[in-house]
């Protein structure tokens, strides 16, 4: 789905070039060296090199102040040939992560996380703003398990209160009609409210959270989780894993494998607000190209 | 508690002055003539004058077009005389209300309607704004219910999904540490949901909704509704009623009245806010001056 996602955003960037539009471009803002930062920075960057999309690293030293990164942004903010631009977090702890992503302009706010951007995602998205890239590709995956049956009146279970990912997401699945029940670290009885839901988000950090007695036969399991336990056949030593159990997919209806989940989507979605802030900031409106008929998704970068 | 609100606001009004600042000032931007929205706006005004706000209706004919509102409220955000702007809902027909609240500057904009305060609501008030008003009202009163026992880990229900009471309310309770369930019209089973709850919000606009049935004993109980339900008795020929049944106040813990329960704190919370605007604009932090030890609420206005 992420391979087709990417597909249409190619698609979209070459018909904007048979327009004179020159591609998208994109900036990550990387302060420091994280060394999970930059696997994640290099992935974002192949897959807009897949879809033709132009993005660089504007990278500040460890010891960049506050004010010198909102300087660095507001410089980005004000160049016309930049259309998104992202900060990767986590940040350095002396600096005041919102005061950052809140410096990004709207209109570049690809990765939604400004308050405008969340704000429009209560307002079911009125203004002309980005939804976060991870609960945007969740919804992807979900409509994608549901196929032609409406969400409408479903039970959603959300578990993860984050800014980015848990609330954005219980505010679309709100939208779209399901019922949603937000749980976090305080909730009394987690597993309770998980087995009442007919779709269950799990946005933790804690592998094996989710045993199979938490879920509903049937249920379509997002595990936006992203882990590493130690694991000695792995030449690394450790591998990756989400918040969901191995024995979860004995009893749900849908389940995200991690890797290969959530994460490829969330950066698909990443290019899709590239693109669409390059439409906006030309002048076409925002809607993303469908993708062509009969589209093997599983293949589409290889159509 | 409204009184008390609208008391302490009167103390931060006076110590404003003892500086040499002005009061804070109001507009409220009235399109049209719906008898309700000058019910309200009168009682909006006569809040302002006991504590010292001045506050001033500015009217536009039925008829004037969405761009002549949004030209009005540029004009109330350019003037620094102004420190609150607020556009009395409902609009004509023919106006984009969206359009039109988004208009007020984040500054002066005192319901907490626009996406940016709402977004704020989200990251749990990280920028300078405004939360909207009936949701901070219910939050009060939760937390005078509550007395010195915590939030954390009760179980929620709100019922009705509006941008500017629903959704703000569940994110507020959720950032407070409760487990929160929104429900609405497609929910499947409401009364379900509801009778799990300890805090029970109501936010629909239907007489009756709620009966005891529907209520966990001892559960607190916010009904945000207003109905008019016909009575003879009445001169009006009618009575104003909420979201919940007569007989809900023999099981709940405690329950707010209709009328007099969130209505006079949703008028306290815009007085607060506009204060709040005011101290702002004057360079003062935004923190209210607490109201005075041991205060007695309900005859805070006439110590």
Redesign the interface.
């Known amino acids: 789905m992420a391979a087709a996602v990417l597909f249409a955003v190619r698609h979209g960037v070459d018909e904007l070039a048979t327009r004179g539009v020159s591609p998208p471009s994109l900036v990550v803002v990387l302060v420091g060296s994280n060394p999970a930062s930059n696997s994640y920075i290099t992935k974002k960057l192949q897959a807009a090199k897949e879809c033709g999309i132009l993005a660089r690293k504007h990278a500040l030293p460890e010891t960049a102040s506050e004010a010198e990164i909102v300087q660095a942004i507001q410089t980005l903010n004000a160049t016309d040939e930049v259309h998104g631009i992202i900060v990767q977090l986590p940040l350095p702890t002396h600096v005041h992560a919102?005061a950052v992503t809140?410096a990004v302009m709207h209109a570049k706010d690809v990765d939604g996380f400004?308050?405008?951007?969340?704000?429009?995602?209560?307002?079911?998205g009125?203004?002309p703003y980005f939804c976060p890239c991870t609960p945007k590709g969740c919804m992807r995956l979900i409509e994608s398990a549901m196929g032609d049956s409406s969400l409408?009146?479903l039970?959603v279970v959300v578990i993860g209160?984050s800014?980015i990912v848990g609330?954005?997401m219980?505010?679309l699945l709100?939208r779209a009609?399901?019922?949603?029940?937000?749980?976090?670290i305080?909730?009394?009885d987690v597993a309770a409210?998980a087995r009442q839901a007919d779709i269950l988000v799990v946005a933790v950090g804690k592998a094996g959270l989710v045993g199979r007695d938490w879920v509903k036969p049937g249920a379509i399991v997002i595990d936006v989780g992203i882990n590493f336990v130690s694991d000695p056949s792995k030449k690394s030593g450790q591998r990756m894993v989400g918040d969901c159990a191995d024995e979860v997919r004995q009893v749900a209806g849908h389940l995200t494998p991690v890797p290969g989940g959530v994460g490829p989507m969330t950066v698909a979605m990443l290019m899709q607000n590239t693109l669409e802030a390059r439409r906006r900031a030309a002048g076409f409106n925002a809607a993303l190209p469908a993708a062509a008929p009969g589209q093997d998704e599983a293949n589409a970068l290889e159509a």
Chains 1, 2 share one sequence.
Do not use: K
């Open positions: 919102p809140e400004t308050m405008q951007s969340l704000g429009s995602v209560i307002c079911n009125q203004d409408r009146g039970e209160a800014n609330v954005p219980g505010l709100l009609g399901c019922t949603v029940t937000t749980c976090h305080g909730t009394r409210h």
